[in-house]
């Protein structure tokens, strides 16, 4: 069955600091990918979605993200943090007609 | 604007109870979907329609119904059947097609006292 894992639940990083947050996904062709970003009691927000060619994807907010065939992952990563990134982030797999998510990744981020 | 609308923001409902969530939207967007979301367990796919008059169950459709009687609009009933209905509804809508970009609502919550 189609899934996506998201190993971290909660990532605290500081203001400034580099972010990288992790996402497999188990699937037997390669799927379409997207990153979300969700603010407390929010809809979510798309980052960035990957469908082919390049593997390294830009996204809104200086997000990026790159896809590894071999290692069925695709991790989200951004330079430098800003305060206003703490956010709940979920990773997601479209393999036909709907949309599975992984369970997230909480991120604080210290001033 | 373009969007997605849920109503309401805040729903409160006593155990037993048959409650409707809205959901709206003026995106021309063939598919329309149902997620719950529950602390540390993500999005859950509830249902979802790809076209007028047809849908089909998620993962966790038992206690739900819905109905797609217009292109626009997607209710979802969360029933008496549904054991354990406080949470965070979302829904959402998309193109038609595999990886379309799903855009999603704000969300409505629900809790059961």
């Known amino acids: 069955a189609q899934s996506v894992t998201q190993p971290d639940i909660h990532i605290t990083v500081s203001e400034g600091a580099s972010l990288e947050l992790r996402c497999n996904y188990s699937?037997?062709?390669?799927?379409?990918l997207f990153w979300y970003v969700q603010s407390p009691g929010q809809g979510l927000q798309l980052l960035l979605k990957?469908?082919?060619?390049?593997?390294l994807v830009q996204g809104i907010k200086g997000f990026e993200a790159e896809f590894k065939r071999s290692q069925s992952s695709f991790n989200l990563r951004k330079p430098s943090v800003h305060w206003s990134d703490a956010a709940e982030y979920f990773c997601?797999?479209?393999?036909?007609?709907?949309?599975?998510f992984g369970a997230g990744t909480r991120l604080t981020v210290k001033p | 604007d373009g969007g997605i609308t849920q109503s309401p923001k805040y729903l409160f409902r006593k155990e037993g109870q048959n409650v409707t969530l809205s959901c709206e939207q003026n995106?021309?967007?063939?598919?329309m979907y149902w997620y719950r979301q529950d602390p540390g367990q993500g999005l859950r796919l509830i249902y979802y329609?790809?076209?007028?008059?047809?849908?089909q169950k998620g993962d966790i459709a038992e206690g739900y119904s819905v109905s797609r009687e217009k292109k626009e609009s997607f209710p979802l009933t969360v029933t008496s059947a549904q054991k354990n209905p406080t949470a965070f509804y979302l829904c959402?809508?998309?193109?038609?097609?595999?990886?379309?970009?799903?855009?999603f609502g704000e969300g409505s919550w629900l809790t059961v006292v």
């Open positions: 959402a809508s998309s193109l038609q097609g595999a990886g379309n970009t799903i855009y």
């Open positions: 699937y037997g062709a390669t799927p379409y």
């Open positions: 990957y469908f082919s060619g390049d593997t």
């Open positions: 997601a797999v479209t393999p036909v007609n709907d949309m599975r």
């Open positions: 995106l021309n967007h063939d598919a």
């Open positions: 329609s790809q076209i007028v008059n047809d849908f």
